[in-house]
Nanobody, 115 residues
Framework: QVQLVESGGGLVQAGGSLRLSCVASGITVTDRTVGWYRQAPGKERNLVAEIRSNRDTFYDASVKGRFTISRDNAKNTVYLQMNSLEPEDTGIFFC?????????WGQGTQVTVSL
């Protein structure tokens, strides 16, 4: 049974930092692409960053240079380090992966950035 559990969200002032964690069970994060998505209030869920099995990474232009995605193989966990946070980063952050044609999502973690 595949399970993704996000944590690390919270309320932070603009310019601050947070580190999100996505702990996986039932799958091995080193074998696949894992992505972080953001869903702002009233908007669709969009890809923010992803890390592939070969450790290649992708970042949306809105977060490039501020966010860093990484992976701890021993902990089967994917992280999203978020620096220089902006009010526009506010939303629910979800991690996602796929196995055998099925997409899996965690429950999400709320990030709120105040002025």
């Amino acid at each position: 049974q595949v399970q993704l559990v996000e944590s690390g969200g919270g309320l932070v002032q603009a310019g601050g930092s947070l580190r999100l964690s996505c702990v996986a069970s039932g799958i091995t994060v080193t074998d696949r692409t894992v992505g972080w998505y953001r869903q702002a209030p009233g908007k669709e869920r969009n890809l923010v960053a992803e890390i592939r099995s070969n450790r290649d990474t992708f970042y949306d232009a809105s977060v490039k240079g501020r966010f860093t995605i990484s992976r701890d193989n021993a902990k089967n966990t994917v992280y999203l380090q978020m620096n220089s946070l902006e009010p526009e980063d506010t939303g629910i952050f979800f991690c996602n992966t796929w196995q055998s044609g099925t997409g899996y999502w965690g429950q999400g973690t709320q990030v709120t950035v105040s002025l």
